[in-house]
Structure formats: C-alpha cells, structure tokens
C-alpha cells in the first residue's frame, strides 16, 4: 500500500505548478534510463539495424502518438531501417506481418500486441529463425517467456488502481452508480485497468451497474454509453479505459440534455491532448496517464538486442495522474 500512497501522495503533492514542469517532462521518453533520441543513435556502424514493427491500429489519440514515436525515432538517422504496418485492431494481421518481417530476415521484430493470447507459434518461429522480439505498450499472455526479450510499457494494473483510488476519494459515501467503458476485449489494458480499478474500488459503495468495451474508439465509446443512457436514468459516473471512449460518452450526455463533469462525472485512462482539453473544460474530472511515447526506449532496447547485450526483462514506464486544476497547468506544455 506504501508505494501506491506514495504514488497517490505523490499526486496529490504535485501543486498544479508544479505538474507544469511533470506535463512538460512528459514529452520525454517514457522511462528515465532513456536518454531520449540521442540514446538512439546508431552503434556508429554503417550497418543499419533492420526492425519489423507491428502496430495495433490507428483507434486512438494515444495510438497516434505512440506511431509518431516510434516514426520520429527509429530512423535511418538514428541507425535503423523501419518497416512499419498498421493492424486495424486485427490479430490475424499483425501475426501475418510479423511472419514476412521474418521471411524479409530483419535483425529485430517489434510489436503491441492487440491482445493478450495467441501469439505462441509465430514468437516460436521468430525464435526459430533467430529473430529476436521486443514487446512495446501491451504484453503477451504466453507460458514462456523466453520468446521474447523486453516488455516496455505502462503497469495498467496501477493506472486502474489510480483512478479507482481517485473515485473512491471523491465518491464513497455518495452513493454512485457506475458504468464501465471497457478497451478492447482481451488486450492487456482492458483486462488490467479493469482488474485495478475494480480492486480499489471494492468496499466502497460506489456500485459498477454495467460494463461493455468501446473498443478504446471515440465512436463506439459514444455509442455504448447512448445505451447505457437509454437503459439507466441514475448513471452518477462513467470509468472509460481511455480518453477516446470517455470523448464519445461526452457527446452522448450532451445529446441526452446533460451536462458531462458536473450530472454525470467521467474517468478516464490516456491524458491525449483532446483528453486533457475536456478535462481542462470540466467535462472530465480526472485523468491517469498512459505515456505513449515509447520510441526512445525501444531504440535503446533493440540496439542492445543486436549487440548481444544483456536486456531488462520488463520496463515500467512511470504514468502521473491530473484532476482539473492540473490539467489547465500542464496543457500548453503537453506533446501529445
Ligand atoms: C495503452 C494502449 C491503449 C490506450 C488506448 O498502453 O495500449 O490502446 O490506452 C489505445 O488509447 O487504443
């Protein structure tokens, strides 16, 4: 409990003015050992080392931005040659373009996977061939983990527990009926955010009423909380498992003839720019932060991988957490 009052003390102690310098710092890479871009220099070899990256999709602010770091950073500048393909949210196309990034003989392959499991036989042939794997953003659910090197990516567990803990301090004792806007199903950020937040949540009595996935979209974030409004006339709150899916139950509770942050209040997981704007505007009441920009780290990891250096297994990218207040603060600095 110690280090999540710390992480929540430490919130809560970050005066608005303060988080300004935090907002501004979170343009950074994601985890402090970063060095940033130069970290991604090349090894000073002509040689370029060859990535096969595989991206979720482009469902989400937070997915634009983690595209731009990882285009901004894996450069030929920096030492690499990219090959970079979007999934749409489909496993089956990122298992087939994982397969000819390995028929293509890259030097590294990197993904996020969109969900948690099966992923076993096509890790088993990047280890066949040699290929050496790093996971960014989302992690897989696979008996050996040796199939992979690195993990580089926010603990969605405590984003969870962060913004439950948050409800609880403002909403326990209210009362409050919930809905819950789930991510995708099965991916990592769904099952975790939702394990956390329902963990800091349990005996108080703020009551979950319902739960679907918005599939992290803005457009069906907006259209599962119409539904939901149909449904219930007494939603007190709204945990969505990104800002894009709380921006769409915003556009819902205004067509419904309410006012979002005030009759209904909203919790969100990302703090994208769009996010942190509502948030700024009393349409969101509190954000936990997923920083997207995993680029720097995963140059850094990849050209370790191809010097045979020894890798961490897991890096913990750190998330801060803003109310209002902080938000008008940290907006003009915010990078993404
Ligand atoms: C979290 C990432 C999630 C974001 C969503 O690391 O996988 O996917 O929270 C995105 O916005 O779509």
Redesign the pocket.
């Known amino acids: 409990m110690a280090r999540k009052m710390w992480m929540r003390g430490t919130i809560a102690a970050v005066s608005a003015a303060a988080m300004l310098a935090l907002g501004a710092c979170s343009s950074e890479p994601a985890s402090e050992e970063s060095g940033g871009s130069e970290s991604a220099e090349g090894s000073g070899g002509d040689e370029l080392i060859s990535i096969g990256f595989s991206q979720?999709g482009a469902?989400?602010?937070?997915?634009a931005a983690n595209t731009q770091s990882i285009q901004d950073t894996l450069t030929e500048e920096n030492g690499f040659d990219l090959s970079f393909s979007d999934a749409q949210q489909k496993q089956e196309n990122q298992i087939q373009a994982l397969r000819s990034y390995i028929q293509q003989g890259v030097d590294v392959l990197a993904f996020?996977p969109v969900v948690e499991t099966g992923w076993d036989a096509v890790l088993e042939e990047a280890k066949s061939a040699g290929i050496p794997v790093i996971l960014t953003?989302?992690a897989v659910d696979s008996e050996d983990d040796t199939l992979y090197e690195s993990f580089i990516?926010?603990d969605?567990v405590l984003e969870g527990e962060m913004a439950g803990e948050w409800a609880v301090e403002q909403y326990d004792g209210e009362g409050y009926k919930m809905v819950e806007l789930q991510?995708t199903t099965g991916?990592a950020?769904a099952i975790d955010r939702k394990e956390g937040f329902g963990t800091a949540i349990s005996g108080s009595d703020i009551e979950v009423i319902d739960s679907q996935t918005g599939n992290?979209t803005r457009t069906e974030g907006k259209q599962v909380m119409e539904g939901f409004l149909q449904k219930y006339d007494d939603i007190d709150l709204v945990f969505a498992?990104?800002?894009?899916m709380g921006l769409g139950a915003i556009e819902a509770i205004e067509a419904a003839g309410m006012t979002p942050g005030e009759d209904i209040k909203i919790i969100t997981?990302?703090a994208v720019k769009d996010g942190m704007q509502a948030l700024a505007d009393g349409k969101i009441n509190y954000i936990v932060e997923?920083n997207p920009l995993l680029g720097p780290d995963l140059a850094e990891i990849a050209q370790k991988v191809v010097a045979g250096e020894e890798v961490e297994k897991r890096i913990v990218v750190e998330d801060l957490a803003f109310d209002q207040e902080a938000a008008v603060e940290a907006l003009p600095d915010r990078q993404y």
């Open positions: 979720v469902e989400s602010g937070w997915r996020s953003d989302r990516g926010s969605f991510g991916s950020p992290f498992h990104n800002d894009d997981i990302d997923c």
